[in-house]
């Protein structure tokens, strides 16, 4: 990977478990500070499994068990005296269908900020204008903070999604297929959202869209069956990948 | 991608093996009416160049269709913009071949030249570096399109001494002068296949291999197995 960034993450020996289903096996991986990754492989490889590690949110799911380390700016984010909760925030997850709070376009934005314990009202509309702005979809709704966000298109509700994410200031986004509910226009929208996020932010995202992959990444990670198979720079994965099973998925020969 | 990109995978290499044989062909021809100075086979290889400029422009816009609505990665991608380029070259070659055979008509039709250089010998080694570069292209083998970069080299040599022989026989026969510069021309464009071959092959290696080697000479010829290099030397 691009020798020239920091890394955000540093997965040492990553094995998970459901049960007995043994779904991540000894992974190891580097991910690039301000840069996008993106995760790729069939379906039940791991990657969602993989890329929930990152903050934590397997924690809520009976029978999980995880071995090895995922080393975030020096520390290891499963050892004991760590914050779960702390985790998340600094580690923003955006859902595969786009799941605003049943309240107020601005009330989604304002929660995580009054869960931190902001009160002030000038400096809560401050961080949802900003939140919304980075979001690409302030315009759209600047006139309409009031109204539900349910109110709005599955595109804009991603973006909302991504907003309300970025409200609490996090320095890493997890993306989960945030497109695949969504259609070309808003697509292109978010592609173009988590491109500009970069510069600030660490991004990772998992897509089973191989164009999308090409589109967005920077560097790109090939799940097979729990395992790692490939990473690198998505430009070589995508014209020389080197080995014969990437090559036979990003292909469509098989998955 | 499925088997419906298959099918248009498996048919833009039967479209292009169709496009390389009659260019081979083209080829051939137009060395053969130069060599026997045969106007008839001359018109021919004139006549059917039309076939090879309509295969081309039918080739690119399969490719254009493919990338358009596949959007084809990896060895798939490679394929295809290899194939594009390699469409471009092997057209050129049927103009070159064309260029023969004009210079053939025109010779055929003067008095028969006594130039000592073995003109053979180069339509020899340019026909079989065509030969060995769409060979390569249809068993995806990178060995044999190596071969062909360092045949270039020997084609390049012959057609300096070409150069040079024509050169004195100008001198001392002033009456030829017109039909020696056919004769050189036609040297010169059975040089320029030579380049398209190697065009060909390298994109061979960069469809095989995902590395693009050209204008790096010394690199590959340092990295091919000793045995060829010796029948280099």
Redesign the interface.
């Known amino acids: 990977m691009n020798q020239q960034n920091n890394a955000a993450f540093e997965v040492e020996s990553l094995n998970a478990w459901y049960g007995d289903h043994h779904v991540l096996k000894d992974n190891d991986l580097r991910i690039d500070s301000k840069c996008i990754t993106a995760l790729i492989g069939p379906s039940g490889c791991g990657k969602s499994t993989f890329i929930r590690c990152f903050n934590r949110m397997n924690d809520f799911i009976p029978n999980f068990k995880l071995s090895g380390k995922v080393i975030f700016e020096g520390q290891d984010l499963y050892q004991p005296q760590v914050d779960p909760i702390e985790v998340r925030l600094r580690i923003g997850l955006v859902f595969q269908k786009p799941n605003p709070f049943p309240k107020s376009i601005y009330d989604n934005i304002a929660y995580g900020p009054r869960l931190q314990g902001i009160k002030d009202r000038t400096k809560l509309d401050s961080i949802v204008e900003s939140s919304l702005k980075k979001a690409a979809i302030w315009d759209e709704v600047k006139d309409k903070l009031k109204k539900s966000a349910l109110a709005l298109s599955g595109g804009q509700q991603q973006r909302l999604c991504i907003a309300r994410t970025l409200a609490v200031e996090p320095e890493v986004i997890l993306l989960d297929e945030p497109c695949s509910a969504l259609d070309p226009a808003a697509t292109s929208k978010i592609e173009e959202l988590i491109i500009n996020l970069k510069e600030n932010y660490t991004v990772i995202i998992v897509t089973h869209n ?2 999308q992959a ?1 589109r967005v990444s920077d560097n790109t990670v090939f799940f097979f069956n729990g395992v790692i198979v490939e990473s690198g720079e998505t430009k070589n994965i ?4 080197l080995k014969k099973q ?2 036979d998925y ?4 098989f998955g | 991608m499925g088997k419906h990109f298959q099918r248009e995978i498996e048919r833009l290499k039967k479209n292009t093996l169709a496009l390389s044989t009659m260019v081979e062909e083209s080829v051939q021809k137009a060395v053969r009416a130069l060599t026997k100075l045969d106007s008839g086979l001359a018109a021919e290889v004139i006549d059917n160049d039309y076939k090879v400029n309509m295969k081309e422009v039918e080739l690119e816009e399969d490719c254009l269709k493919i990338l358009g609505l596949h959007q084809p990665v990896a060895i798939d991608l490679r394929f295809i913009i290899a194939v594009l380029k390699i469409n471009n070259d092997l057209e050129r070659i049927g103009d070159l071949a064309v260029n023969i055979a004009e210079r053939a008509a025109f010779l055929s039709k003067h008095k028969k030249l006594h130039v000592p250089m073995d003109f053979s010998g180069m339509t020899r080694e340019v026909q079989s570096m065509l030969r060995g570069s769409l060979d390569a292209l249809v068993n995806m083998d990178a060995k044999s399109a190596y071969e062909v970069l360092l045949a270039d080299d020997r084609v390049d040599a012959m057609n300096r001494e070409m150069f040079i022989q024509v050169q004195n026989e100008i001198r001392k026969n002033t009456s030829e002068v017109e039909s020696l510069i056919h004769l050189l021309s036609a040297s010169r464009h059975l040089e320029r296949i030579a380049d398209h071959a190697t065009n060909i092959a390298e994109d061979v290696i960069y469809m095989i291999e995902g590395e693009i080697i050209r204008h790096k000479a010394e690199e590959y010829q340092s990295d091919i197995s000793p045995d060829i290099s010796s029948d280099e030397a």
């Open positions: 191989m164009q090409g995508f014209t020389k990948p990437t090559e990003i292909t469509g020969r």
